[in-house]
């Protein structure tokens, strides 16, 4: 009999660019992979005014459990006086957030330099933590 075994990957990688925390996500992001990642996204949001850009542009899938996650971080980030920034390419993803009932939910950027770029609503620099 034969075994199969499903298992997902994700890679993580992060660095800082001024003030901002930048996370690139490669690979897919589901309910298989969410809890690590998600551990790292509590990290990184437990500061005070935490200024993080997620970059989702190699992501090959994401499911509920990793929208939830964004979400989470999202939410942890503005919470505590932060931002969160999604930079996505195509509309792939922008099918999934529609589909999903988050299409005016996150700062959604194409490009990594237009969302480091970028000037929080209300024209208020964040101050790095």
């Known amino acids: 009999m034969a075994e199969t075994v499903i298992r997902s990957e994700f890679h993580l990688t ?9 996370v690139e ?3 897919e992001i589901d309910i298989l ?9 509590d990290d990184l949001t437990a500061v005070v005014r935490p200024d993080l ?7 090959s899938f994401i499911d509920c459990a990793g929208l939830g996650l964004l ?17 996505t390419e195509g509309s792939r993803f922008l099918r999934v ?4 009932g988050l299409d005016g939910v996150f ?6 330099s237009e969302a480091l770029a970028a000037v929080p609503a209300g024209g208020l620099a964040v101050a790095a933590g």
Do not use: I, K, Q
């Not at 992060?14 to 930048?22: D, H, I, P, Q, W």
């Not at 989470?72 to 930079?87: D, K, P, Q, W």
């Not at 957030?97 to 999903?100: E, I, N, S, T, V």
């Open 107 to 112: 700062e959604r950027y194409d490009r990594l």
């Open 14 to 22: 992060e660095r800082a660019v001024g003030g901002t925390t930048v």
């Open 71 to 87: 979400c989470r971080a999202r939410n942890r980030a503005m919470e505590r006086h932060g931002r969160l920034r999604l930079v």
């Open 97 to 100: 957030l529609h589909g999903a």
């Open 53 to 59: 850009v997620v970059d989702l542009r190699s992501v």
């Open 33 to 41: 992979t969410a809890l690590s990642l998600a551990a790292r996204l």
């Open 25 to 27: 996500l490669r690979g």
